[in-house]
């Protein structure tokens, strides 16, 4: 099932109408895995940092040992025929795909011979302003690269975030905050998360158990260039309880505030409001 609406599908080297097959039940990529995504978006008539989501999307795929087959600057022309499709004020999920499709003499090893490709395009709207989301704590954490691919966007590795999330869910919470294996906050079940305290901004230090996003490294920057003060260290869930303000930051709907962690309540203060402006003003510009 899909998540948005009015999609267009890139298979076989032409645009599709429709969430069209592209997966055949044999394909390596079908039952053992080896399948990598990444997400973009066009929104408010801005495709932001597409060039870096596409190239992503290849150096994902090599990480799981799948052969890349199209150039980052060949899948931003790609999209862009397809998303010239759409209404100008169209909010579009963009999202590129590589699969293996045969495996090795292991079986279990994907080949780095044929691969399979295709760009889906859906119709999602952008959140509100006022739109937020709570956490809570969860048992699951982030695994390290010893355990699981996590140097790709694999959506091998979205299962465990899903028992995250279902996990929060049934605790009446939004989303998940996520522990490394030593115990620190990574990030959320679904996004990068950053805190407020006394003006500053702080967020997870990258340690290779989580990917540390594209639109999480734009907010950096324009905060930076804005003169706030950003700190890339080690956090604990406490100091998230002694936050002034928490948000999350995805490729999905870029900043999300944050209202709650478990009992301790925030409001949607003046960094997170500005961390957008910062965002949204930037992309106007290119």
């Known amino acids: 099932m899909a998540v948005g609406t009015n999609i267009?599908?890139?298979?076989?080297?032409?645009?599709?109408?429709?969430?069209?097959?592209?997966?055949?039940?044999?394909?390596?990529?079908?039952?053992?895995?080896?399948?990598?995504?990444?997400?973009?978006?066009?929104?408010?008539?801005?495709?932001?940092?597409?060039?870096?989501?596409?190239?992503?999307?290849?150096?994902?795929?090599?990480?799981?040992?799948?052969?890349?087959?199209?150039?980052?600057?060949?899948?931003?022309?790609?999209?862009?025929?397809?998303?010239?499709?759409?209404?100008?004020?169209?909010?579009?999920?963009?999202?590129?795909m590589y699969w293996a499709i045969h495996g090795n003499a292991s079986a279990v090893m994907p080949d780095m011979g044929e691969t399979g490709f295709a760009i889906s395009l859906e119709e999602i709207p952008m959140a509100p302003e006022t739109a937020s989301t709570t956490l809570t704590r969860t048992q699951f954490r982030r695994p390290v690269l010893e355990d699981a691919v996590?140097?790709?966007?694999?959506?091998?590795?979205?299962?465990?975030?899903?028992?995250?999330?279902?996990?929060?869910?049934?605790?009446?919470?939004?989303?998940?905050?996520v522990a490394d294996a030593l115990g620190n906050v990574a990030e959320?079940?679904?996004?990068?998360?950053?805190?407020?305290?006394?003006?500053?901004?702080?967020?997870?230090?990258?340690?290779?158990?989580?990917?540390?996003?594209?639109?999480?490294?734009?907010?950096?920057?324009?905060?930076?260039?804005?003169?706030?003060?950003?700190?890339?260290?080690v956090l604990s869930f406490a100091d998230f309880h002694d936050a002034d303000e928490v948000f999350l930051s995805g490729n999905m709907q870029k900043v999300t505030p944050v209202s709650a962690f478990d009992d301790t309540q925030y409001q949607i203060g003046p960094i997170t409001r500005r961390v957008r402006q910062l965002y949204w003003d930037w992309a106007a510009s290119t």
Do not use: Q
Not at 18 to 46: Q, T
Not at 196 to 221: C, K, Q, W, Y
């Open 8 to 96: 267009r599908t890139y298979f076989n080297g032409t645009w599709h109408e429709g969430d069209v097959p592209v997966m055949r039940a044999a394909d390596h990529g079908a039952w053992l895995g080896s399948n990598v995504f990444d997400g973009a978006r066009l929104a408010h008539g801005k495709t932001p940092d597409l060039d870096k989501h596409c190239a992503r999307v290849n150096a994902s795929a090599e990480a799981m040992m799948i052969k890349p087959t199209v150039t980052a600057e060949d899948m931003v022309a790609i999209v862009a025929e397809g998303l010239a499709l759409y209404p100008a004020d169209a909010a579009v999920y963009i999202r590129p």
């Open 150 to 177: 996590v140097n790709a966007k694999a959506g091998a590795l979205y299962p465990n975030n899903a028992r995250m999330l279902a996990e929060a869910r049934a605790k009446g919470f939004g989303n998940a905050l």
């Open 188 to 233: 959320t079940a679904t996004a990068n998360v950053f805190m407020a305290r006394d003006g500053e901004v702080f967020t997870p230090v990258p340690n290779g158990t989580f990917l540390s996003g594209i639109t999480r490294a734009r907010h950096i920057e324009n905060l930076r260039a804005d003169g706030v003060t950003v700190h890339e260290t």
